[in-house]
């Protein structure tokens, strides 16, 4: 532990969903914080697997496959593995949306055609463009809630894009108690938003009680533009927000705010 650290000692309340808090909370130990983790939210496979299935076994006739987060991978290879669906040479070129979503296609042995530099769907929207021809058919994998900017975007060339909701997210409503201990009680440092679904999902738990006032004097950090705007419209401050949109980054904006 590093008790030097501006994170030293700050309680620091980590939304995101159970299976991706714990990367998180090792990092912000190592730098001395006390990281809490309330995820406010979960992810399961939709009710229209059958449907998925099918997609996915005409696979080859996509000449684009596209993944807007690190969740879409993921559930998107645990599908195929499960059922011994076939990949072979005729597999679609990849684009994705983020560093994260780009490493886990790496874990499964695939690599990305196509990266934007800015971790969102408008900047995939604007790289990938320039390598589409017409009548391409796209496969776009995402979860209920993403927003429809790519299928809206690439919709209006001369292109198919089939979009393909490959998980869910649900609030995790068994939390509420917690989430309003966290905040009432623990007079929490910073609060952390990754997504915003993480932000609604705060919002909606928290209706009926007087969170605004217990959280005057929390930091509030979003991961890139899309979550802070969430915020904003829920009439939340936004202190810290990245240039770059990784876990990462927030921490090093978050260090740098506490010093400032």
């Known amino acids: 532990m590093n008790t030097s650290h501006p994170l030293a000692n700050k309680k620091i309340l980590i939304t995101r969903g159970n299976n991706q808090a714990t990367e998180f909370s090792k990092k912000l130990i190592e730098l001395g914080g006390k990281p809490i983790e309330v995820p406010l939210i979960s992810f399961s496979y939709p009710k229209h697997l059958n449907d998925i299935l099918e997609e996915l076994k005409s696979l080859s006739t996509y000449q684009w ?104 997210t649900k609030e995790n409503t068994s939390n509420r108690q917690l989430l309003i201990q966290t905040i009432h009680k623990s007079k929490v440092d910073i609060i952390t938003f990754t997504s915003p679904s993480t932000v609604h999902a705060f919002i909606r738990l928290l209706e009926g009680t007087d969170y605004r006032n217990w959280i005057k004097k929390s930091v509030i950090a979003c991961i890139g533009p899309v979550t802070k705007e969430a915020a904003l419209n829920e009439g939340l401050p936004v202190h810290v927000c990245p240039d770059r949109y990784t876990i990462d980054d927030m921490i090093e904006s978050i260090e740098l705010f506490l010093l400032s």
């Open 65 to 168: 496959l596209v993944f807007t987060s690190k969740n879409g991978v993921e559930r998107f290879f645990n599908i195929v593995e499960k059922h011994s669906l076939k990949i072979d040479a005729s597999f679609p070129k990849i684009a994705v949306v983020g560093k994260k979503t780009e490493l886990a296609l790496q874990k499964r042995g695939f690599f990305a055609s196509v990266v934007p530099h800015e971790y969102i769907a408008e900047g995939l929207v604007d790289v990938l463009k320039p390598h589409l021809h017409s009548n391409d058919r796209i496969l776009l994998v995402r979860g209920n809630l993403g927003r429809p900017v790519i299928k809206n975007e690439l919709s209006t060339m001369d292109v198919y894009v089939k979009d393909l909701i490959i998980y869910e």
